[in-house]
């Protein structure tokens, strides 16, 4: 559907793991900052999301770790790491 896919991972002491699809689909779901930029991000499974060409990822990474840490997903140490994924 979008032009974009990315692996979408949390760090779990020391390892990388995909993230669930529930954490990806609470995200693209919410509906609370006006932030229309994220409006073109589609979960598609867990770790895997399809994004629009005008999302920059600098801004989805902080936005996705902010969301998850008040959601308790995530501790304050651990983080997320974004990779768009080719062909």
């Not at 801004?59 to 959601?71: G, S, V």
């Not at 997903?73 to 768009?84: D, M, N, P, Q």
Request: aromatic share 10%; proline share 3%; hydrophobic share 40%.
């Amino acid at each position: 559907m979008f032009a974009r896919k990315i692996r979408v991972e949390y760090e779990d002491h020391g390892q990388r793991l995909a993230c669930p699809l529930k954490w990806l689909d609470n995200f693209s779901m919410r509906n609370f900052t006006n932030a229309t930029v994220f409006d073109d991000t589609l979960p598609l499974t867990d770790g895997v999301m399809e994004i629009g060409t005008k999302v920059p990822l600098d801004q989805l990474k902080a936005a996705m770790e902010d969301w998850f840490r008040r959601k308790g997903y995530l501790s304050k140490e651990s983080g997320i790491a974004l990779t768009e994924m080719r062909g």
